[in-house]
Structures are given as C-alpha cells and as structure tokens.
C-alpha cells in the first residue's frame, strides 16, 4: 500500500513514512493511492472480534509495512478497557466504543457510539492514544527523536498530551491561550506533571498561537536541527484509527451485512466524517454520512449548495461547542480530491482558489468551478446545523426521554440525526465528548451539573504545571531549545 497526495506530488510514500509528517511536500493531503475493499464475508467475519482485534484488522490494510505481529501488539495495547475506562452507568468499557438505543419506533432507531470514553472524555483520544504507541514504536526502530510543538484550544492538546505523556523520545510542547480555555480543559493539561509534557500559555487569543506555531513550522532549518513534529488532524493515521469506530458501530448496530446504517457526526475540521467517508469506501455498507455543524456551518452550506466559503476570523462565531468552531475544514480536501475522480491537477487549483478568493463553487451554475455537487448524493452526503437553543433544548430532551446527558457537541449530532432519519435504517450519533467537559452549558440547560467520571472529581484542585510566555515565537523556540 502507498499513498498519493491530493495535489499530485509524485513520491509514493509508504505508511510509515508520513506517519511522522503532516502535509505532503506540494501542500496535498495524503490519501491511500486505492482503497483497500472489504468484503460482505469478511465483516461478518469481524462481527464478533473485540475492538482492538478489529482495530488490527483494519489498519493492517493501511499499515502494510508495519509487522504484523507488531501492529497487533499495538492495537492490543492501545484499546483496553482500562484507557476507555470513563463509561456511564452500564456500559461495558471493554466494548470500547459502547452502543446504546436511544429510541426504536416508527420514525426509525436512534442509537448513540460512545467515543469519548478514553483519558480526555474526548473522541480525539480513539486516534490519539495509537498515535502515541506508533510514534514510540516507530521512533524507537529509528533510534530517532521527536518534538510535537501544537496549538490547541481545548481537545487536540490535550489528547495529545495523554497520548504522548511519558513515551520515549518523545515530548510535547503545547500553546494555548492564557486563561481562555474552561478550567476544566486548563486543569486537564497543566496538571499533567509528566516531564515530556511542555504547557506554555500564551498571552494572546488562539490565532496567535496557531501563528507561533506555522512560523517555527515555516523555519525549516530550526524545524529539521530541533526535530519539530505535529500531531494535527490532517495526520493520516489520525483519520486511518478513526475508520475503526464506523466498523464497529455498524458491525453492533446490525446482525448481517446485508443491512445498512447511517451515521450523524458533529463536525468541524473534516476528520472525523472523512473517515466514515473512508469506511465507506472501503465497501462499508453506510447510507448516509450526515455533517451536523453548529453556527460554523462552512460544511452544511457546501453540503446545501455546492459552495464551499471559508470564513474570516470576524465571522467564526465562540460557541457553546467550541471543539467545531472552525473557519475552514482541514480535511475537507480529502473528500474533494474523491468526489472529483482523484483529479490533482483540479485540486491544486480550487485549493489555491480558497487561498487567493475565499473558497469555490462547485455547483454548476454558469461561471462555478464545476457541477460535481450532483454527485455529492452518491456518496451518501447530507447535512444540518444546529445552534445554542437547539443544544439546550437537544440537552433537555435527550435527559427527559432517554435518561442520559449528553455534551453540547454531541446535542448538535443528535439534533441533525433526528432531521436525517429513514425509517429502516439505524441512525448511529457519534458522542464526540463527555458532558463533563462542558458542564458550563449543561447547567444552563439542566439547572444542574455533569455527572463526572470516577477520578475527576478534584481535577482543578491538582497541582499546574506551565509556563507562561508573550505571544512571540522567539521565545518559544528558546524554550524549546533549552528542554530538549
Ligand atoms: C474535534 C472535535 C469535533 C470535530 O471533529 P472534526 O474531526 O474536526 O470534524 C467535534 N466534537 C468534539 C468534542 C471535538 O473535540
């Protein structure tokens, strides 16, 4: 198996080599140069196999040049009901990714996939962990080393930080504004005190993080001499680990692989859609695959009219589900490279149309970039927003008809799904986090507090550990220089 850019670079890399790395040398993302299929016979085979066993399944088709015998010993490392031990009330943490019937009536089944049961209470942490144990294996055959430096407003840093905490030649140095995260998200990264671990808080907003980081990324003889890495989330094996969760969810919610299901996901950078795009590919029988954004609906409006318009800093609304408050999807790119025959060379230009005029218009009116949005329905697209009362309200309901709370990302799932439902064919919602993690919209709409997983109860009293710095790369990479 080796893999392609999206904007044609001709270098045909194999796993292991863009595992480490993040955007292809042209600016492309990477893609599989074909998609490894499955057969009816083959998942039925899967059916009854325990997560990291099916983990092992699906990614030794990607991973093609890591040893098999390697490979399962990290996915059997990886996904333990002990790292996915932050269930509810009965669900079983060694189903990893639990699913549980919200309704079943005439209007069709509900169901719920609970992925944020690992160390953050966050789906990231499904990717994250393996991350974590591929970079240490990987790093190790190499006798190389690694420095993650990220940005991060929440989640991506700290299921970073949980997944790299304490591996070997490895350390994460992680930017995040001053005081502009929850404390709860604060209290979860700064009480690490794991000596690979690097907090610096920034004074400034998260742009100003973001751009330290690209400017170090961009000195490419500081980035090679201090061994600069990423872990966003255009990373490929990111999005390979997250095309697992979709097998399992189908394989729970249906008895035989003549059945179909759809999947609602709450939406922001692309990634974790593009792997249930992916799953789907590969012979997964998905009907619909349905984007649910919050106000940040850059994806539904290109999902309702073939325009894709990324937004300026001023019109990317703070939001009560902050994880999906983008102003352009990094993994959309992806999807288009398929839904325009793998075409590069067109690619290449729509995305520099996005740098230069702010987007593109695939809609086939007179003067757009093309009519491919006719196709979009054949991969099984759709899509819906949802906004701060439809979270309160989608809180509300789902507490009174199915007794559970959920978090303010995941109400936007369930909203969408419920406007997306056939009946016959199950609608799973993929539980992006905990309600824990945003307890401060769950007492709006509850007038009472998240439940919190055993462990977390004291989280903002532990002790912190970060420094805090002037928005100003300088100084950052001093301080790199001077803990490596
Ligand atoms: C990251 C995140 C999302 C968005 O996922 P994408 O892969 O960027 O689409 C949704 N919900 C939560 C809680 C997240 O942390």
Redesign the pocket.
């Known amino acids: 198996m080796h893999y392609v850019s999206t904007r044609g670079h001709a270098a045909a890399p194999s796993f292991s080599e863009i595992l480490l790395g993040g955007l292809a040398p042209d600016g492309g993302l990477y893609l599989p140069a074909v998609y490894p299929q499955v057969t009816l016979e083959e998942l039925d085979g899967w059916r009854a196999l325990p997560y990291a066993d099916l983990a092992y399944q699906v990614l030794k088709k990607f991973a093609t040049d890591i040893p098999d015998a390697d490979l399962k010993a990290l996915t059997a490392r990886t996904y333990t009901a002990d790292v996915y031990r932050n269930t509810r009330a009965g669900e079983d943490a060694a189903a990893i990714t639990p699913l549980r019937v919200l309704e079943q009536n005439a209007r069709g089944t509900l169901l719920l996939q609970s992925l944020s049961n690992g160390p953050t209470l966050?789906?990231?942490d499904m990717a994250m962990q393996l991350l974590g144990n591929l970079f240490e294996y990987t790093l190790a055959r190499e006798g190389a080393e690694l420095n993650i430096l990220g940005a991060t407003s929440g989640?991506?840093g700290s299921a970073a930080e949980y997944a790299m905490r304490g591996k070997r030649g490895i350390r994460v140095f992680m930017l995040s504004p001053h005081r502009k995260m929850s404390k709860f998200q604060t209290a979860q990264m700064f009480s690490l005190q794991d000596p690979n671990i690097f907090n610096i808080a920034i004074e400034g907003v998260f742009d100003d993080c973001q751009d330290i980081v690209k400017a170090v990324s961009n000195d490419l003889e500081y980035k090679a001499a201090q061994k600069i890495g990423t872990v966003n989330?255009i990373n490929w094996a990111r999005v390979v680990a997250q095309v697992v969760y979709y097998f399992r969810g189908y394989l729970s919610a249906t008895s035989d692989s003549t059945q179909k299901v759809s999947f609602a996901?709450?939406?922001?950078?692309?990634?974790?859609?593009c792997a249930g795009h992916i799953a789907r590919m590969m012979g997964l029988p998905i009907d619909k695959l349905v984007v649910a954004t919050n106000e940040n609906d850059v994806l539904d409006e290109f999902f309702h009219s073939g325009v894709y318009r990324v937004r300026k800093s001023a019109e990317t609304y703070h939001t009560s589900?902050p994880?999906?408050d983008?102003s352009k999807a990094s993994?959309f790119e992806r999807f288009i490279f398929d839904l325009l025959g793998r075409d590069s060379r067109r690619v290449r230009a729509l995305f520099d149309k996005v740098e230069t005029a702010g987007g593109f218009d695939l809609s086939g009116r007179p003067g757009s970039d093309g009519d491919e949005f006719a196709r979009v329905v054949k991969y099984g697209f759709a899509s819906g927003k949802s906004t701060h009362q439809d979270r309160l309200a989608t809180i509300r309901a789902v507490r009174k008809e199915y007794g559970i709370t959920i978090?303010t990302?995941t109400a936007d799932g369930v909203k969408v799904a419920r406007e997306n439902m056939t009946p016959g064919v199950p609608m799973i919602v993929l539980e992006?986090?905990l309600a824990a993690k945003f307890n401060e919209t769950i007492l709006e709409a509850l007038g009472a507090d998240a439940e919190r997983p055993a462990g977390f109860e004291a989280l903002e009293a532990l002790p912190q550990r970060f420094e805090v710095m002037a928005a100003d790369a300088d100084q950052v990479k001093a301080f790199i220089v001077a803990h490596v």
Do not use: E, L, Y
């Open positions: 966050a789906f990231k989640d991506t989330s996901v709450p939406s922001g950078n692309f990634g974790n859609i589900s994880s999906m983008i993994n978090d990302h992006t986090a």
